[in-house]
């Protein structure tokens, strides 16, 4: 029993990360009805801006995760104007040929400029270990757990109490009656990318804490373990993918310490599969018939 429930605090830190990743994921296609898979990539950017800022200038862990959400806005906001707007009315297979093609530019310009060789991130928390009876928990984990419900928290308010986000919630009901209402489709478009794409750069800053290392590949797997959290959760609903990430965080922490570590990143598959079989629509969607 102390096994599992240390367990579960292992994968509650490792599944509020996925859980931030694929927000990003559920943001867009709420709105835009796009998986975009350069998402994975805009977290590792973010996790290299992080890691540029500490050891550059020598910040802190806050002044740090903001500087890696501002430029992976910045980025989101690139790729929305220059990749995916002049593709909007195109069809959906061009969009998603495009994103993966954003992806593989992203990855190989970070091979390109920052070589392949993973680098040791900054020690920006010093590792503490905590005895709570039998459990071990160590301020690593704490700080990732609390700031990943902080940044769900914000992004709860932005949603339901800007007028930002009710606009984004508008035009993920019906973008062309929100247009006719005099709501400005592409900027919600563009703070909807940047808004998820920061939320991105922070869970790249949070795993650089918690293992220590990064590299230009680190996007791929997160980034399609998140997008299986987002489809698990129900895509489009944020609430489902916070549920998804964290469901997906300790499948696979709990797959890991009693089967086998070599089943990790087959777990996600393997819940995609029976959660397609069984409802595709996710945990927290309803199964709605598409317009024609």
Not at 89 to 109: C, D, H, K, M, Q
Not at 184 to 208: K, P
Request: proline share 3%.
């Amino acid at each position: 029993m102390v096994e599992i429930i240390q367990q579960l605090i292992n994968g509650l830190s490792l599944g509020s990360i996925y859980a931030l990743i694929a927000l990003g994921y559920t943001m867009v296609y709420g709105v835009l009805k796009l998986i975009n898979f350069a998402h994975g990539d805009v977290y590792m950017v973010g996790a290299f801006a992080g890691f540029f800022a500490a050891t550059s200038f020598g910040w802190g862990f806050f002044p740090t995760l903001l500087f890696a959400m501002a430029v992976a806005a910045v980025l989101g906001l690139l790729i929305e104007r220059v990749a995916y707007r002049p593709l909007r009315n195109a069809s959906r297979i061009a969009a998603l040929i495009t994103a993966i093609g954003v992806s593989l530019f992203l990855e190989n310009l970070g091979i390109l400029i920052l070589h392949p060789d993973p680098r040791a991130f900054p020690d920006l928390i010093g590792l503490r270990t905590f005895e709570i009876g039998p459990l071990l928990i160590n301020n690593r984990q704490l700080v990732i757990i609390g700031t990943s419900v902080l940044l769900m928290l914000l992004l709860h308010y932005i949603v339901t109490r800007t007028k930002m986000g009710k606009a984004m919630r508008a035009v993920a009901e019906d973008g062309e009656t929100s247009r006719l209402m005099g709501i400005n489709i592409d900027r919600t478009i563009a703070f909807t990318f940047a808004l998820g794409s920061a939320l991105a750069a922070a869970a790249g800053v949070l795993v650089g804490i918690y293992y220590t290392r990064i590299d230009p590949l680190m996007g791929f797997m997160p980034g399609l373990k998140a997008f299986v959290a987002a489809v698990l959760g129900g895509i489009g609903l944020i609430p489902g993918a916070m549920l998804g990430g964290l469901v997906m965080g300790i499948a696979e922490v709990f797959v890991v310490a009693f089967i086998s570590s070599s089943w990790k990143d087959g777990v996600a598959f393997a819940i995609l599969i029976l959660i397609l079989l069984l409802k595709p629509s996710g945990l927290l969607g309803r199964a709605a018939r598409e317009k024609a």
